[in-house]
RNA sequence: GGUCUAGUGGUGUAGCGGUUAACAUGCCUCCCUGUCACGGAGGAGAUCGUGGGUUCGAUUCCCAUCUAGAUCGCCA
């Protein structure tokens, strides 16, 4: 078995006609046999790509046993084919072989290894998530990442930056998203959470004077997932002091062009700015894909004294849908509807332009002197279809924000390889929950732009903040804020959502101490390297491109974690499981 | 926690109130010297997710449940 250890002498995927002649010795796996009689051929398969060899009389006894996945041993000359295949760079030759062994045998696998990712569910690929990942595509995935991660740390080493490691093992924080708990051993009824993020080390680390930190970071939040979330993600996490917002943006947006050329080859990038309330007006959305256009129109102006009640004096918001007055039947519109009510909309309006006159259920709301508004400020066409909502201000942009969305996906108006980025700044700093308590939007410890201070007692909701997010063709990268540093507005931040001292001492005792000795002036941002992957790698499913995600369940299905653990592990750690299931 | 969708040989699908449960691929045996998703002949392999109900009869209809996905809530 010994000499099966050595090296080989070339990659699966590097012979070419040049190599003719040359006697080589090739490893990999059996990606696929064909049986012509006495004429067998296999291709062998590694990292690099896949070679032909030919196998004859001279191996016969071995080539026979050999089955799809088994890891093989074979030597031989490198000939020129007689017939070529054009689809594989190794095409020109192939291997004849003098010797060959087999390395290890297979199971028969539950899943066939080809690029065809639509041949297998995907709940036997995360089960047998190391076969999955032999597909080449996979490979490409996870090669990506490094390559973005790899892109990153030579951008910001460049700059100065100092990538810092971060504890796993932390304290709880009683706001945001569920805390992942590790029990103590050594202190029994004790726990560590594990971080939803790096912010407060990051924080401390500008105490500490490290200026600019970076970290490629793991991030846990245990909360429900979705299609673009996992409860253990990584951040490309980011902080600076004594800088500019501006000089933070362009450190940013220079190294999403760097990824982006380095990655894509793609040089023209472009990064505009939009404040959350424009966005939200135009939009409907905080993270709005502009790879197609088809703004919000505020048609409020024209029903202020219009008979309709539902009409009148409400906030009205339409799009219109070129062309698609015959795309969609009555059905398929009230399924629109329906998506509106989800998002608390009362309803939704729609006509149809047919030889410019209106059609459809909402036509007769629409007098003839509106009529004449309507067609100045919507500037509709034959054939458009025009939808709308009359409500309150944030229902009637949310809920045509998401009409927006479902009409742009059944026109496809977006392309794939297109990359609209958007700075959203000045995000409100505070906002009300469901139980009515103000609290702060991003964090507390975001600053505000202080021309609103005279707002914060009275009109909260006017208070913006020094927060911003970075989108991308409708995904949120990521956000990030100025900090507060100063002693008085960070009072004023924690006194208006109604923190006592006491408060704030048991929540952020140790972070708020920290910030009394000498903090200096600074901000970051924190990215979703996996959303930045999915975007480049053209997918809408975070899972393709983890090694080994979670299911939506939170479990893996390849080892089957979380798992009950054994009474004495809970003993050491003094727990007791009262509902075990 | 809510809503919607799906569960059928190893894998991917079809189907239907009464079928020998179909097809492809994979697997096994045999034939084949130019294949490359090789081809040809034959064969094995499925209690149709689970439990109840309706029915003379249920894989099919109904209810519950489990599992998976999408989504709302949630994700400061």
């Not at 202190?187 to 790096?198: C, D, E, I, K, R």
């Not at 609290?439 to 707002?455: G, L, S, V």
Request: glycine share 6%; with cysteine.
């Amino acid at each position: 078995m010994d000499n099966l250890c050595k090296n080989r002498t070339h990659n699966d995927g590097e012979l070419t006609i040049k190599n003719v002649g040359e006697t080589v010795e090739l490893k990999g796996w059996c990606a696929k046999k064909r049986n012509l009689g006495s004429l067998v051929f296999i291709d062998i398969r590694d990292k690099h790509g896949i070679t032909q060899l030919r196998c004859d009389e001279k191996t016969a006894s071995i080539s026979s046993s050999i089955r799809n996945e088994y890891v093989i041993y074979a030597k031989g000359v490198v000939v020129e084919r007689e017939s070529k295949n054009k689809n594989i760079p190794t095409g020109d030759i192939e291997v004849d072989v003098t010797e060959l062994k087999i390395i290890n045998t297979s199971e028969q696998p539950p899943i066939y290894i080809t690029d065809d990712v639509d041949a297998v569910s995907e709940n036997v690929r995360l089960k047998y998530r190391y076969l999955d990942l032999r597909r080449k595509s996979m490979q490409d995935i996870l090669k990506l990442r490094h390559n973005i991660t790899r892109s990153v740390r030579n951008y910001l080493d460049n700059l100065d930056f100092t990538e810092v490691e971060t504890p796993i093992l932390a304290k709880s924080t009683p706001e945001g998203a569920r805390d992942y708990l590790v029990p103590s051993r050594v202190h029994n009824g004790a726990f560590y959470a594990l971080p939803q993020s790096p912010q407060l080390f990051k924080q401390l680390l500008m105490v500490a004077g490290l200026e600019r930190y970076y970290q490629i970071a793991r991030c846990f939040r245990d909360e429900d997932l979705r299609a673009d979330r996992q409860p253990e993600f990584t951040q490309i996490d980011i902080e600076m002091s004594f800088v500019d917002l501006e000089t933070l943006y362009s450190v940013l947006e220079g190294m999403f062009r760097k990824i982006w050329k380095d990655i894509k080859g793609i040089d023209n990038l472009t990064f505009p700015r939009m404040t959350w309330n424009d966005c939200m007006n135009n939009y409907g959305s905080d993270k709005p894909d502009l790879r197609y256009d088809m703004k919000l129109i505020d048609i409020s102006s024209i029903f202020e004294d219009s008979d309709v009640e539902f009409l009148k004096g409400k906030v009205i918001k339409a799009i219109v849908a070129k062309n698609a007055a015959s795309l969609y039947t009555r059905k398929e519109i009230d399924g629109l509807a329906d998506l509106a009510k989800l998002f608390k909309a009362k309803g939704l309006c729609w006509v149809k332009v047919n030889n410019d006159t209106l059609e459809g259920a909402s036509a007769k709301l629409i007098t003839e002197k509106e009529r004449e508004l309507f067609k100045e400020k919507l500037n509709y066409e034959n054939g458009d279809l025009i939808l709308f909502v009359a409500d309150e201000w944030l229902n009637a942009v949310n809920a045509m924000g998401q009409i927006r969305i479902a009409v742009a996906k059944k026109l496809n108006l977006a392309k794939q390889d297109e990359y609209k980025f958007l700075w959203v700044t000045e995000f409100p700093m505070y906002e009300y929950t469901d139980d009515g308590k103000l609290q702060a939007m991003h964090h507390p410890f975001t600053a505000y732009i202080e021309d609103d201070e005279k707002y914060i007692q009275d009109e909260p909701l006017k208070v913006r903040s020094n927060a911003y997010d970075l989108v991308l063709n409708g995904y949120e990268l990521g956000s990030g804020s100025v900090r507060i540093y100063n002693q008085e507005m960070q009072k004023k931040v924690f006194e208006r959502i109604g923190l006592t001292d006491e408060d704030i001492n048991y929540k952020f005792g140790f972070f708020v101490e920290a910030l009394k000795y000498g903090t200096p002036p600074h901000m970051g941002m924190g990215f979703g390297l996996e959303r930045i992957a999915m975007i480049l790698a053209g997918t809408n499913n975070i899972r393709d491109v983890v090694a080994f995600p979670k299911i939506q369940s939170a479990t893996d299905l390849m080892n089957e974690c979380p798992s009950s653990v054994d009474d004495d592990a809970l003993a050491l750690l003094g727990i007791k499981v009262v509902n075990k299931e």
